[in-house]
């Protein structure tokens, strides 16, 4: 027969502590600014992915290039094809129209 542990001590309502929300966050800035910027706003994937492949040869190697892409699936999409050609995925920032700019490094 199975029956459900008592996990130890459990609290009185009074001693419950008040949970306060924590301030919104200023949005995050990039560290560096990127060497080529690849407008993919509006279109759909893999559009964005395709138009990285073509240009990310542009800047030299350890450059940045910002893709700005508002297409959910892009969100994903560019940090695994960056995993998938052994580049680094830098960050993706939230931009005040909407969309992200997803930043990649060129590692070779």
Known sequence: MWRRRTGGARRAPEAAQEVTQPEPAE?????????LTI??????CPIP????????NQVATGGVVAVLADDPAAFTDVPAWCRLKSHEHVGSY???QGGWSIHVRRNY
């Not at 949005?27 to 060497?35: D, G, K, Y």
């Not at 407008?39 to 759909?44: F, H, I």
């Not at 992915?49 to 990310?56: N, P």
């Open 27 to 35: 949005p995050v800035q990039p560290a560096e600014p990127p060497a």
């Open 39 to 44: 407008d993919a706003l509006g279109r759909k």
């Open 49 to 56: 992915i395709i138009m990285l492949a073509e240009r990310i």
């Open 94 to 96: 939230e931009l005040p």
